[in-house]
């Protein structure tokens, strides 16, 4: 019998260091997913993914920037999508985290590869070019990722204090399971790296991110819609479960709506990742969830919404460690030793 199966897409700032390559490893035979995005690149005059990821060095400043980060990490994701053996496992559904939304709607079929590819590509090249701001992770669990009500608390303060300075613009930008990632003005950046309490990770700022998911791209918008038609939106064949934990279900919405949020609401409003996750889970009952590589950064925010909601009566860390050694809830397709639980005996016989 199959297992259902949840796939979470992962969102920016996923392709670091230890990804290069992680397109020729995993997936030099998928000629038709590498090949289509390199197409949308080459057809505005910029570097082949195929290019980027083959370097001999990674290069900060080549592959973090959105421009080049957002296409990459679209053609590792899809392709790991690809993979996924779909006589072992139903997918019932999917969603993501932040640009994630984009990779989500290609895995759903709402957009076809190659209206993902272009998507992605300019809201990349977007971003790079006008982003404003930026954005900091803040930790809000223990050791055992259950979530400290004094640390929820304290962020309620702190954006009360923070809403009537003038002189600094701070919102929520991500509710990401066991963090919280703030959009910020250069000076709320500065105010929040003072007043946030530090450990040895947190508070952490993205390099390379604009304040997405804030009223601070509200200029984006009009450009946003200018440069990607309605028109690459269809119906769906997947549920899709967006920012604001709502469901599209196939051919149960309109285009022009789900345009409207895509590039409207996606960009200017906060996303709440955590309950994305939490919906997914209660309404479509999966058996396991796929997170799709590249990198491993989004299992534990996964983990960590599902917690919080006592899915299957999650518990905490140990719980889940403990459940992994039996019968895995989640399969993270950028670990290596995990990739094989998800993928078809296809794609072994193709790397060999």
């Known amino acids: 019998m199959k297992k259902r199966a949840l796939v979470v897409c992962p969102g920016r700032g996923t392709y670091n260091a230890a990804e290069l390559g992680y397109l020729q490893t995993h997936h030099a035979a998928r000629l038709d997913v590498i090949a289509t995005v390199d197409a949308a690149r080459v057809a505005k005059g910029q570097v082949p993914i195929s290019q980027l990821d083959s370097a001999a060095k990674y290069t900060p400043s080549v592959h973090m920037t959105g421009d080049n980060a957002s296409p ?33 709607l ?12 272009r998507l992605v590509n300019n809201m990349g090249g977007l971003m790079h070019q006008k982003g404003a701001g930026g954005q900091i992770v803040w930790s809000i669990v223990d050791d055992n990722w259950q979530i400290q009500e004094n640390k929820i608390l304290f962020i ?13 613009k701070i919102y929520v930008s991500i509710r990401l399971g ?17 007043r946030l309490p530090k450990d040895d990770r947190f508070p952490l700022r993205l390099m390379h991110h604009a304040a997405f998911h804030s009223p601070l791209l509200n200029h984006i918008v009009p450009i946003a819609r200018a440069e990607n038609q309605a028109s690459d939106f269809g119906r ?11 469901i599209w279900s196939p051919s149960a919405f309109s285009r022009t709506a789900i345009y409207d949020y895509t590039l409207g609401a996606q960009l200017t409003d906060s996303y709440d990742f955590t309950r994305a996750v939490q919906v997914a889970a209660a ?7 796929i997170v799709l590589g590249p990198g491993t950064s989004l299992g534990a925010p996964t983990i960590q919404a599902l917690i919080a909601s006592g899915w299957r009566g999650l518990s905490g860390k140990a719980d889940f460690q403990a459940r992994q050694q039996d019968t895995p809830i989640l399969i993270s397709m950028g670990m290596a030793d995990q990739r094989a639980w998800a993928e078809s005996a296809m794609v072994h016989t193709n790397k060999r």
């Open 178 to 194: 066991g963090m919280i990632v703030f959009a910020a003005d250069e000076a709320g950046l500065k105010w929040l790296m003072e």
């Open 156 to 168: 309620r303060n702190l954006m009360a204090q923070a809403n009537i300075i003038s002189e600094i």
């Open 236 to 246: 769906g064949d997947i549920p899709a479960i967006d920012g604001q934990g709502r």
């Open 72 to 104: 990459l990490i679209y053609a590792c994701a899809m392709a790991d999508f690809a993979a996924i053996d779909r006589d072992r496992f139903d997918i019932v559904a999917v969603t993501g985290n932040s640009m994630g939304w984009y990779l989500a």
């Open 106 to 117: 290609a895995c759903a079929g709402i957009l076809d590869l190659a209206g993902g590819a």
């Open 283 to 289: 309404e479509f009952a999966p058996d396991t969830i």
